[in-house]
């Protein structure tokens, strides 16, 4: 995405993980990465700072990353939101009602391919998510109400 830095919000409670995020994704796109630690560190980031998207680990102490992601959604926030785990995607505990409500990445693998697949789901959700905005926008501006897109 040409012109700014999309601002990334890594959540992943091993450090080696997210340093090698940091390290690698940048090499693919034009990202600034945050990193927290934990579920609880990334919701205090999220009121601090605005950020075009989110990737988290989903196996985590004390917060996993449904838990955030609930969190998350219940704020009202609809940023897009990017499993990075190394859970196969049949073991997560996603809502079935709720499809286009995260992405899911495998961080199993050659880290070229990983960061390459993450790189291009980032792209695609950022976009989405901010033409999804720009017609809620356009429609309020067009009729005086909300309407009613997916997220």
Same mark, same amino acid.
């Given at each position: 995405? +040409?012109?700014?830095?999309? *601002?990334v919000?890594?959540v992943?409670?091993? *450090?080696?993980? *997210?340093?090698?995020?940091? =390290?690698?994704?940048?090499?693919f796109? =034009? @990202? !600034? ?7 609880? !560190? ?7 700072? $605005? /950020? =075009?998207?989110?990737?988290?680990? /989903?196996?985590? +102490? ?17 940023? +897009? /939101?990017?499993f ?8 997560? =505990?996603?809502? &079935?009602?709720? &499809?286009g409500?995260?992405? @899911?990445v495998?961080? $199993?693998?050659d &880290?070229?391919?990983? /960061?390459?697949?993450?790189?291009q ?6 976009? *989405? ?5 720009a017609l ?10 909300? +309407?009613?897109l997916?997220?």
């Amino acid at each position: 995405m +040409p012109g700014k830095k999309l *601002r990334v919000l890594h959540v992943d409670d091993q *450090r080696q993980w *997210r340093s090698i995020v940091s =390290d690698y994704l940048v090499l693919f796109g =034009d @990202y !600034e990465i945050i990193s927290a630690e934990s579920g609880e !560190e990334a919701l205090n980031l999220l009121s601090a700072t $605005s /950020f =075009d998207i989110i990737v988290s680990d /989903f196996r985590m +102490p004390e917060m996993d990353g449904t838990r955030l992601l609930q969190y998350i959604r219940e704020r009202g926030e609809s940023l +897009p /939101f990017i499993f990075l785990t190394g859970t196969r995607y049949e073991d997560l =505990d996603l809502d &079935p009602e709720k &499809p286009g409500d995260s992405l @899911y990445v495998n961080k $199993s693998g050659d &880290p070229s391919q990983v /960061f390459s697949v993450l790189s291009q789901k980032i792209c695609q959700a950022v976009a *989405r998510h901010k033409t999804v905005q720009a017609l809620k926008k356009h429609q309020i501006e067009e009729s005086g109400h909300s +309407p009613v897109l997916p997220v």
